[in-house]
Structures are given as structure tokens and as C-alpha cells.
């Protein structure tokens, strides 16, 4: 199990630097089919929902400084979604302790399926070549958005950068490349107080924790690297397809759960 968690974390962690997720959006649904499918046992989704959240934490704080550096990281927007996202996660992780597996599989398949939506368009400024691009910075539908997206985070062991991006990019008209600059500081304050709600209701497997931190923080880096020698209209593609791949994973999971 150890070893099929460390294959894992490193998938997760490579994804969530390349396009601004925490990695959660693909975790979940691979630990959900890949032990029992390679006979290293099986996980429940409060299990998983605790492992996700730790490593949604550190892909996200690695790949956040390392897109930091190259000054695409707002840090209003981060401020103004993260804090109201942070609080609501915490309060969606607490909450899970009492909550069904199907019923959050089935949160977080609506998830899915909301992100997919929001990407079919191309995004603001995706074509542009400036390396640092303007927009209008909405700091009250900022805020509005933290708080959705933290609650239904914090209860399925998400970050939420899967379904963050799209609102980003979608209702708040940010540019792809400081979409996904930005995203994962958010993501990592809303994934610290996730996994503090997991971890006082007792949710998280500390026997995971390790290589789930080994395979995530290099990984995540080299995701960062890579995202920023591709076009931000490739980005929107990668996720695009992402999506619609575990959209399909996830209702088969709901239906056979």
C-alpha cells in the first residue's frame, strides 16, 4: 500500500503544479480503483478524504512558491478567496466526520461535473503574450466564491483547485496564467484548515502520511517547471480532459459504490 501511495502522491503532486490544482481532483479517484485493482488492499472515501487533504497541503505550497517566483501569484485574490475558503473548509471537513461515503462521492461528482462545464470556453487572455496580465479585481464575488468552494472542499478532502480554476477564469475573468499562479496559494490555505478539521475528528491515517509527502513535494516542482514552457490555452486543454476523464471515473464509482 505504501508503495501504490507513493505512485500516486507523485501523480497528484506533478498535476497540481502543471495546472494550479491540489491534485485531489485525480487521488481520489485513483486511490478509490488502484489498490484493490493491484491487490494492496482497499480505502474507504473517509480515509482517502483524509490522505487527499495532506496532500493537497504540501503539492500545494511547493508548487504555489515555485509559481510564485515568477511573479503570477495575486495576492489579493489569494487573501480575499482563500481566508472565506480556509474558514468554510474547516467547517466542511469537521462536518464530514458524520456524513456518508456515497453522499460525499456524490459532492464531489458534482464538483466534477460544475468544473467541466466551466472550462468548455476558452479562457480570458488565454491568448495573450504578456507576461504578467491585467484584469479587474472583484474582491466581494471573490470572497462569495471562497466560501462554496471551501465547504464542499473540506468535506470531499479536496482543495478545490479543480473546481476554483474554472470559477476563476470563468466568473472572476481572471487570465490563465495568473489563474494558476494564484490558485494553489489559495488552495493551500484552504487545504491547511481542511486537514486541521480531518485531523481533530480523527480522519486521517498518519501511516500514509510519509509517502504521500515524498512523492507530492518533488513532484509538484517539476509540474511548475513544465507549466511554465506551455501555452495557457494547452493548460485549459490538460484540465479539460482531466475533468472529463474522472467525471466518467467518478459516476462509474457512484454507481458501483
Known amino acids: 500500500m505504501l508503495l501504490t501511495l507513493l505512485f500516486l502522491s507523485m501523480v497528484g503532486g506533478f498535476c497540481s503544479g502543471l495546472i494550479g ?4 481532483v485525480i487521488l481520489i479517484p485513483l486511490l478509490l480503483a488502484m489498490p484493490p485493482l493491484l491487490g494492496t488492499g482497499s480505502l474507504s472515501m473517509h480515509e482517502i478524504a483524509g490522505i487527499t487533504m495532506i496532500q493537497v497541503l504540501a503539492a500545494s505550497v511547493t508548487g504555489y512558491l515555485a509559481h510564485r517566483r515568477s511573479r503570477l501569484a495575486h495576492m489579493p485574490t489569494i487573501v480575499m478567496i482563500g481566508l472565506p475558503m480556509g474558514l468554510l473548509s474547516f467547517v466542511g471537513a469537521a462536518v464530514s466526520q458524520s456524513m456518508s461515503g456515497h ?6 461528482f458534482i464538483l466534477v461535473v460544475v468544473a467541466f462545464a466551466l472550462l468548455l470556453r476558452p479562457a480570458v487572455g488565454e491568448d495573450s503574450s504578456e507576461p504578467t496580465p491585467t484584469f479587474t479585481f472583484r474582491p466581494v464575488v471573490s470572497a462569495i466564491c471562497g466560501c462554496m468552494v471551501g465547504f464542499m472542499s473540506g468535506v470531499v478532502g479536496a482543495g478545490g483547485g479543480f473546481i476554483l480554476i474554472p470559477i476563476m477564469i470563468r466568473i472572476l475573468r481572471i487570465p490563465m496564467r495568473v489563474t494558476v499562479g ?3 496559494g489559495i488552495v493551500f490555505i484552504g487545504a491547511l484548515m481542511g486537514s486541521v478539521g ?3 475528528t480523527f480522519q486521517v491515517q498518519w501511516t500514509y502520511l510519509a509517502p504521500v509527502l515524498i512523492g507530492s513535494l518533488p513532484a509538484s516542482l517539476c509540474g511548475a517547471y513544465v507549466s511554465k514552457r506551455i501555452s495557457p490555452c494547452r493548460i485549459r486543454q490538460i484540465l479539460l480532459v482531466l475533468v472529463l476523464v474522472i467525471m466518467i471515473k467518478t459516476l462509474y464509482d457512484l454507481i458501483t459504490y
Request: proline share 0%.
Open 182 to 184: 494564484s490558485s494553489l
Open 198 to 200: 480531518k485531523i481533530i
Open 103 to 108: 453522499l460525499m462521492l456524490g459532492m464531489f
Open 21 to 24: 490544482v491540489g491534485g485531489a
